[in-house]
């Protein structure tokens, strides 16, 4: 080992580098024979085919003056700008478009890979590494956007480099200067994601630490001492994300709100209240599957502080209980798992019964992978799912394909930091098992969801002529075309 980098020699580095090769060739291995294939079914082809391929061809033809002030996308509109100049100056063709939004995809799993096999090079094989992030590239959300014109790989990417500078220990100028550089590319991809701003800032303020310890949670001294040092880091780095505040704010003018004016009835600003459930719940269902990677730190937590478990349990519970939790597309709960919540009583026409006990569980799964990590590297993760749980309560559609993809990351992420960390340094094989089972059963869903869904047709929008109402969920598996009322029901 180099000690003064930090970096494994040999078979190490080799499992770094077969890990980042492997997992984006899988994954182009799933999605390369369904773009060859001109595949056109469900949610994913349908937004494509409607919205973002038209802003994409527009944006072209309007090379080198775009019209941003509205188009046929809710997001800020950086993807559909890059791949504009594809098809502007190298292919306008459907097949060599959805070619580069696929390499896209890749660049993106080939970089959560590396992040992963670093820290586990001593404990996993590369395909140890590619098991535990299978789940990611097998989710259907993840599948689609590398298949079709979708951004939300794209802003996945850009929001992984952003969790990753973070996560270093190093805190520099240099790493400032990135993270602001990668915020601007972010919030013009997604403006949403403006809270991982706040990500940064934690990471600068805590600066360098140990990459291995072990301590409880929480201590004073993980963000206390050398106050000066922290605050001239932590506004080095305020500074230098204010350009990505700035362009969010350039398209609040211009839109006269915080999308194009389009999408105001869809995604205009409203607190959606079920947000944290979700995310609590989403954590739980997928982190069980991880199960080996928290379980030493949940004994811990156990013997130390089982008081904060049994408070991080109840207000896990509460949070589910509060809000409205049911089945319900007109308020925006109504894909991914408000199906089994739809199939489920519910308490008073407010509670369902799947919720709090599933929010319960994440929470202590939460503080589990807490535990298991550094100090430092807990406090960034901590503040990076509650920055993203805060943010998306805003939009008031509860849509799982805007949330499952980053627990999945930040659960395989966590994962690896548990390795690195200490806490789950040498896990078995048997390790790699539930991760498994857990992208098998996401690969289904996402058979399910391409395969078994209507054939997308052109429903003719425009901006300013978008049609958000949908029909109910048992009506969108079907052999008929999806028809411009269909697509909040597969999404």
């Known amino acids: 080992m180099d000690h003064a980098t930090g970096f494994s020699t040999g078979r190490h580095r080799r ?10 060739a899988f994954f182009l291995a799933l999605a390369l024979p369904l773009i060859f294939n001109g595949l056109n079914r469900g949610r994913g082809a349908a937004d494509s085919l409607n919205y973002h391929e038209k802003a994409i061809r527009t944006f ?8 941003l002030s509205d188009y046929l996308s809710a997001t800020t509109p950086g993807y559909h700008l890059l791949l504009s100049l594809v098809a502007r100056f190298i292919s306008d063709q459907r097949l060599h478009l959805q070619l580069a939004s696929a390499a896209l995809s890749a660049l993106l799993i080939a970089t959560l890979a590396s992040a992963c096999a670093w820290r586990m090079r001593r404990a996993m094989s590369p395909f140890g590494v590619l098991a535990v ?26 929001l992984l480099g952003v969790l990753l500078l973070a996560l270093r220990r190093s805190q520099h100028f240099g790493v400032f200067v990135a993270a602001g550089l990668l915020m601007v590319v972010l919030v013009l991809t997604r403006q949403i994601h403006i809270w991982a701003a706040g990500v940064i800032w934690i990471g600068a303020w805590l600066g360098a630490g140990a990459a291995r310890s072990e301590s409880p949670l929480f201590s004073r001294h993980d963000i206390g001492g050398r106050t000066i040092p922290r605050i001239t880091r932590t506004t080095l780095a305020f500074l230098l994300t204010l350009p990505a505040f700035a362009v969010l704010f350039y398209f609040y003018k211009l839109w006269g709100g915080l999308t194009p004016p389009s999408f105001k009835p869809m995604h205009g600003a409203r607190i959606q209240w079920a947000g ?16 080996e990677f928290w379980r030493a730190a949940f004994g811990k937590l156990t013997r130390e502080q089982p008081v904060l478990l049994v408070a991080v349990a109840a207000g896990g ?25 739809k199939a489920l009583p519910d ?3 407010h509670t369902s019964i799947l919720f709090p006990p599933l929010a319960a569980l994440g929470a202590v799964i939460l503080f ?13 993760m901590l503040g990076a799912l509650l920055g993203f749980s805060i943010a998306n309560s805003v939009n008031p559609q509860l849509w799982q394909r805007y949330h499952e993809p980053f627990i999945l990351m930040w659960i395989i992420l966590a994962s690896s930091l548990a390795v690195w960390g200490g806490s789950a340094a040498k896990p078995g094989r048997l390790a790699v098992i539930g991760p498994l089972a857990l992208a098998a059963l996401l690969a289904f869903v996402s058979y ?44």
């Open 317 to 341: 519970f509460l949070l589910a209980v509060l809000p409205n939790t049911t089945h319900d597309p007109a308020s925006g709960r109504v894909t991914g798992i408000f199906h089994a919540v």
């Open 368 to 380: 589990s992978f807490l535990r298991a990590m550094n100090p430092r590297a807990r406090w960034v």
């Open 133 to 158: 992030c299978l789940p990611f590239l097998c989710s259907i959300y993840v599948l689609s956007s590398g298949v079709w014109l979708l951004p939300d790989n794209a802003a996945w990417f850009a």
């Open 276 to 291: 944290p459930a979700l995310d609590l719940s989403l954590l739980a269902v997928a982190g069980c599957f991880y199960f």
């Open 15 to 24: 499992t770094i580098f077969a890990a980042s090769f492997l997992a984006p």
């Open 448 to 491: 399910r969801g391409i395969f078994h869904e209507r054939v997308a047709t052109d429903a003719h929008f425009t901006p300013g002529n978008v049609e958000p109402a949908a029909l109910s969920p048992s009506q969108s598996r079907s052999d008929h075309p999806i028809g411009p009322r269909d697509f909040a029901t597969l999404r």
């Open 347 to 349: 308490i008073a026409d």
């Open 60 to 67: 072209a033809s309007q090379f080198p003056h775009p019209d």
